[in-house]
């Protein structure tokens, strides 16, 4: 009993402990001193929340604490927020209510309480469609309060914080939402920190080796990195106190996981990376009204020290990004003869760089407010999209997703005004985006003068004119190439609005067909005449005869009158429906299959043991990403119950991860060096007299191990080559590859997605 007293003692002392960090972090922001409300939300929080505690061990309202500090500290909010982060947990896991919060803390902090709730539950159901449902929530309870998503992403942040304690399966889960939905929202609600945080910290739960292994290599190499940067700025140093400027010179390291990107998407190994440190000055402006143009002194100044890459000189002073971002980016040589990037802002560019252009953004309560900057544009672009309802959820998503990725170009109207636009933006999304109506009439566009279809993509600096015919009709094929969010909701509304008049007329011209026939119209029929006319179903033949491109006459009427009955074909239908492959005549498939959905028996707790006997008889390595033993994997348990393996960086395997990720199982291997797996490996260099030779020699007699396909391209002396081979595991892959990597010639080795 005194054990227990003693204990509770001092986790109140650490809990008090914590919640006075967090005031001490908001006394000194410049925000309002409302401590007396935020300690009330305290003290509920605490007292709602008591004897429970997170998988950690550690009571549960350090997890609140925390959040709100993250809100206040690293996102730069007031006491609203702070408040709301409190107490963000309580509706969804007490007795209170939204009322009760509305009672003792007024609507303001309840109705964001009440957003918290409403999305709690993740993004990722165990359907794509309940994901989609729960992300419409959330964009919605965004676009009403944004600082409901600015909470739930310090929500995030600490959850991935304490991933740890999580089961691995849970993990995995949870990080691949994180890189598939937040990361991407906290991108473009500018908060750059928080994503850089959240994508590094997914990939350490996911690649755990892989990261610590770029974090030692980082850390390895952190010396040699100094020293340079200290040579390099030494000069620039000297230069930026003879303008008179106050500033601070940072190194910026690009982290593991952006790293670990690069490398996969070059093919190159660590060591060729070259622009892992990077240079920032943040300077305080002489007057205000000069900033923007004493970024660009600086950048002057700086490039008589160093000469400048003359293409890439990246100016988001003039133009910031859609997300808020402001810098000046240049990339100098220095005297190593290394390309250096430095980037240049001011004080204010650097915190809305870090904090987010939500934290700068007037709320609106009641009133209007003057700042209608980008992210309002991007808001609204939002509740245009959600109040066009899809049927189909996973393209809502990807619609979405298109948009949150996309950086921008910057295009002009012909009155030049200047328009932000997702990359790869074409001619009719640019249309769409100034109004539905040019959009849906638009036939053609003049870019910078000059004459061009719809489908063309627009370049930054672009000068658009949109050409529109009153004749003009929105057109499947559209699709194809309406890129924007913006564009093809309105385009599939517009042709969903189409179709449902068009099946209405065919339906009265059904109608009209049979009474005259004196026919009384059955399913039978509708069946025989979809058939006939190779159409899907009865809304699609509706919808054409409806729009004249099936008139109804006598070749109708004949097959109507057929006795010869088409039902069989409706009766094989209705069997597969009911009994899938019972009725298959493969029956050794429908075998494996039997024994392979024996999921019911998988402890989700513990990690799949990949071994050979498994591998062979129970589980399917994934053929989409080929997986072989030591690569990181997962196990996701199909429709089939089957359980696939995939990498777990393969693209299929996030987007399952992201709309079925309570299936997603935990996977380790276990395996002895006797099966085989096919590997691709990419290799280029200088090409001279036997180098294939050298290659196959390595390959075949010294490692003994099977070629399976072999192609090599010469190019003005450079070679290429990609080699199939089958190998036990990943360690038989870094053998051969230091191995080949020993030939004079050969310059680079690496394995490769197939
Ligand atoms: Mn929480």
């Not at 009993?1 to 650490?14: F, G, P, R, S, T």
């Not at 106190?241 to 982290?255: A, H, L, N, P, Q």
């Not at 920032?280 to 020290?305: A, G, H, M």
């Not at 995939?646 to 395997?653: E, L, Y």
Request: aromatic residues 8%; charged residues 30%; contains cysteine.
């Amino acid at each position: 009993m005194d054990d227990l007293y003693k204990k509770e003692q001092e986790e109140e002392l650490i809990i008090n402990k914590a919640f006075q960090e967090l005031l001490q972090v908001y006394l000194a922001s410049k925000h309002r001193k409302k401590v007396e409300i935020i300690t009330k939300a305290f003290n509920f929080a605490k007292q709602a929340h008591k004897g429970v505690r997170r998988r950690s061990g550690e009571p549960y309202i350090m997890h609140p604490i925390a959040v709100a500090r993250i809100v206040c500290e690293e996102i730069g909010l007031g006491s609203t927020s702070i408040c709301s982060a409190l107490l963000h947990d309580v509706v969804e896991d007490t007795d209170y209510t939204v009322e009760d919060i509305s009672n003792i803390f007024g609507p303001k902090i309840a109705q964001i309480v009440d957003g918290l709730t409403k999305i709690s539950g993740g993004i990722f159901g165990d359907r794509a469609s309940s994901q989609a449902e729960n992300f419409k929530k959330l964009l919605l309870t965004m676009s009403e309060d944004i600082r409901v998503i600015l909470i739930k992403m310090a929500d995030r942040l600490h959850n991935m914080r304490t991933l740890g304690s999580m089961l691995p399966s849970k993990q995995y889960k949870i990080a691949g939402e994180t890189l598939y939905i937040y990361a991407p929202l906290a991108n473009r609600l500018g908060l750059n920190k928080i994503k850089t945080e959240l994508e590094d910290l997914s990939f350490k739960y996911e690649h755990p080796e892989t990261y610590q292994e770029i974090a030692n290599k980082l850390q390895d190499t952190q010396l040699e990195r100094s020293n340079v940067f200290e040579n390099f700025i030494a000069p620039i140093r000297e230069k930026l106190d003879s303008m008179g400027f106050s500033y601070r010179i940072e190194d910026r390291v690009k982290t593991p996981y952006s790293i670990w990107n690069k490398m996969q998407n070059k093919h190159i190994p660590f060591e060729e990376i070259y622009d892992i440190l990077a240079v920032r000055i943040i300077f305080t402006p002489l007057s205000p009204e000069k900033e923007l143009n004493e970024c660009f002194d600086i950048y002057v100044s700086i490039c008589k020290i160093y000469k400048s890459h003359p293409d890439r000189l990246r100016d988001w002073v003039s133009h910031p990004k859609a997300n808020g971002y402001q810098a000046l980016h240049v990339t100098l040589m220095s005297n190593q003869g290394e390309w250096i990037e430095v980037q240049i802002r001011s004080e204010r560019m650097n915190d809305v760089a870090e904090h987010g252009f939500a934290a700068h953004w007037k709320y609106k309560e009641g009133g209007g407010s003057e700042d209608e900057g980008e992210l309002d544009k991007w808001l609204h672009t939002i509740k245009e999209i959600l109040d066009d309802p899809q049927p189909n959820a996973m393209d809502f998503l990807d619609t979405i997703k298109l948009n949150l990725f996309a950086s921008e170009i910057f295009v002009f109207t012909p009155r030049g005004e200047i328009k932000t636009m997702p990359q790869n933006s074409t001619a009719l999304d640019f249309a769409f985006s100034i109004h539905t109506f040019l959009g849906s009439h638009c036939i053609g566009a003049k870019v910078n003068h000059k004459l061009v279809p719809l489908s063309h993509p627009l370049k930054s600096g672009d000068q658009v004119e949109i050409l529109t015919s009153k004749s003009q009709h929105v057109d499947a094929s559209w699709l194809n190439f309406a890129t924007t969010a913006k564009a093809r909701t309105k385009i599939m509304a517009i042709l969903r609005k189409e179709q449902r008049t068009a099946q209405k007329e065919g339906e009265e011209l059904f109608n009209e067909f049979f009474a005259e026939m004196d026919l009384e119209p059955s399913s039978i029929d509708v069946e025989k005449l979809c058939k006939l006319h190779e159409v899907d179903n009865r809304e699609e033949l509706l919808a054409q005869i409806g729009s004249k491109k099936i008139v109804l006459g006598t070749d109708d009427l004949e097959v109507l009158k057929e006795k010869k009955p088409t039902t069989t074909s409706a009766w094989k239908k209705y069997l597969t429906f009911s009994f899938g492959s019972g009725k298959s005549k493969d029956k050794k498939m429908e075998e494996t299959v039997s024994q392979l959905s024996s999921t019911n028996n998988i402890d989700k707790k513990k990690a799949l043991k990949l071994t050979e006997d498994t591998i062979q008889n129970s589980y399917i390595i994934a053929d989409c990403c080929k997986p072989i033993p030591g690569d990181d994997v997962l196990g996701f348990v199909d429709d089939k119950d089957r359980i696939i393996i995939h990498k777990r960086q393969c693209p299929i395997a996030v987007r399952l991860k992201s709309s079925y990720g309570n299936r997603l199982l935990a996977a380790e291997w276990d395996t002895h060096k006797k099966l085989f797996f096919p590997v691709n490996i990419y290799l280029q260099g200088i090409d001279g007299v036997g180098v294939l030779n050298s290659i196959t020699e390595i390959i075949s007699r010294q490692m003994n191990v099977n070629i399976h396909r072999l192609s090599f391209e010469t190019n003005d002396g450079i070679f290429e080559g990609n080699i199939q081979l089958y190998v036990h595991d990943v360690e038989d892959v870094t053998t051969i590859c230091t191995n080949l990597k020993r030939i004079e010639q050969i310059n680079s080795v690496t394995r490769i997605e197939n």
